[in-house]
């Protein structure tokens, strides 16, 4: 990790991407789109202070990145810290997958050490991918929550998360019970939440693995404070739909168990939703929840494919998750490719705008976060990337050949990867680089 003081003026030079509203969806050509080429974007005290195509004057530390994108952070909405270990599992479904691999690998996190260097790691890795804020999944474990706001205070980072509550149907060593875990919430609360750029989510973490007196002291813990988060699963898989039906039978859906239990509100993010319908799309619309759409969990884990239009079209927000360890990477550009596919098998096609705003601008409006980060706005946060446009042959001269700024975004969010990321920013401090790359030195 780069650690460096705030540099009171940086200048980064590039080609400047970000949005100015939400795409229109299946809009090639939007005026949503900002792309501002070969400019410079001026950073002030971590904060983005405005952009320019005349170089600024030499009370400016420089970094010359002319022929690169610049990008606003992105924002990854729904992934587990503890499920580095359990990536590219093979052979399972969703509910045997928890059992064989993921439940195992997460009871390791009650040690306080191993959570503490699985958080660094964990974080940094985010970093390396070019994600610098996300909404995360510790453990049940207490440790494990200060392990991750631990981590990520010291980097500086914007993160959403909280203690995993799960007090049945789950395996010794990963089991709370009400009074405990409502006693672990409000101390954590009380210690991280508003804390910096920290913030608190009561954590369910999914209907089957919490009584309903679980949920109901979740649901307690929201009214109380309604600048809480919350964050849970929905709907991911058919055979865990079934199940939730059977252990909540007076709930009219899956959704609806968390909206009987106070749990749907305009910070709440649900995993998945692939299993909705019409009425639980008008309950997240009118209730301001969002969808954390995961493709790459949902691909892998056979899980289903998520309609983004009906959610679009029914005025439910969606922001983009990666969802390791059931998604498979942490690069949010292989989750943007991902989506791609998805919509394609249903016979709908996601545009590069409305898969890169998901990614930033909009997920941060879902989060209520956009007056702090999600693009390149003069006073948001400097949270932002640097990537190459091109990082092998065959997509350089694939890029050489895109006429059109979609064809090339398009292209670059197909094709890249975190081996395209030169440096990511945050607050306008470089905490991660690329060890290749010593063209971001400052120069005059
Ligand atoms: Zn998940």
């Avoid at 809480?228 to 007076?250: D, I, S």
Wanted: charged letters at 20%; a negative charge.
């Amino acid at each position: 990790m780069t650690s460096a003081a705030p540099t009171t003026r940086l200048a980064l030079r590039g080609d400047l991407l970000d949005f100015t509203a939400e795409p229109v969806w299946g809009e090639v050509e939007s005026n949503a789109v900002r792309f501002r080429p070969d400019h410079w974007l001026l950073i002030e005290g971590g904060r983005i202070v405005g952009a320019q195509l005349v170089e600024p004057d030499a009370s400016w530390v420089k970094h010359d990145h002319r022929g690169r994108l610049i990008l606003p952070g992105f924002i990854d909405t729904h992934v587990h810290m503890p499920q580095l270990e359990v990536i590219a599992s093979y052979g399972t479904e969703l509910l045997d997958w928890l059992n064989t691999y993921t439940f195992p690998a997460e009871t390791r996190f009650a040690d306080p050490a191993y959570s503490k260097a699985g958080a660094a790691e964990f974080v940094d890795a985010l970093l390396a991918h070019g994600t610098t804020a996300a909404v995360v999944f510790p453990t049940v474990h207490k440790v494990s929550v200060d392990a991750l706001f631990g981590a990520a205070q010291q980097r500086g980072m914007r993160m959403i998360t909280g203690k995993v509550l799960q007090d049945r149907h789950s395996p010794d060593g990963l089991r709370d019970d009400v009074v405990q875990a409502e006693r672990d919430c409000l101390d954590l609360i009380e210690r991280w939440h508003g804390r910096e750029r920290l913030a608190y989510a009561v954590t369910v973490r999914f209907a089957p693995t919490s009584t309903p007196a679980q949920l109901a002291m979740a649901g307690a813990l929201c009214a109380a404070d309604a600048s809480l988060y919350m964050q849970t699963h929905v709907a991911e898989n058919r055979a865990e739909v079934k199940w939730a039906g059977e252990l909540f039978p007076e709930a009219r859906s899956y959704l609806d168990i968390y909206a009987r239990a106070g749990l749907l509100h305009p910070r709440s993010v649900l995993a998945h939703g692939i299993w909705l319908d019409d009425a639980d799309r008008a309950a997240l619309r009118d209730s301001g929840a969002q969808i954390a759409h995961s493709p790459s969990s949902n691909l892998f884990l056979g899980s289903g494919l998520f309609d983004w239009r009906a959610s679009a079209q029914a005025g439910a927000a969606v922001s983009l998750a990666s969802d390791v360890g059931g998604g498979t990477s942490l690069s949010m550009l292989r989750t943007m490719a991902d989506a791609y596919k998805v919509q394609a098998m249903a016979g709908q096609r996601l545009t590069a705008w409305t898969a890169l705003h998901a990614a930033t601008r909009g997920g941060a409006r879902a989060l209520l976060l956009d007056d702090e980060i999600g693009s390149l706005e003069a006073g948001r946060t400097a949270d932002v990337c640097v990537w190459d446009w091109a990082a092998d042959p065959v997509s350089a001269r694939r890029m050489g050949v895109a006429r059109s700024l979609h064809e090339k975004a398009f292209a670059w969010m197909t094709m890249a990867d975190d081996r395209n990321l030169v440096a990511a920013f945050i607050a306008g401090v470089a905490r991660h680089r690329r060890t290749d790359t010593e063209t971001a030195s400052a120069s005059a």
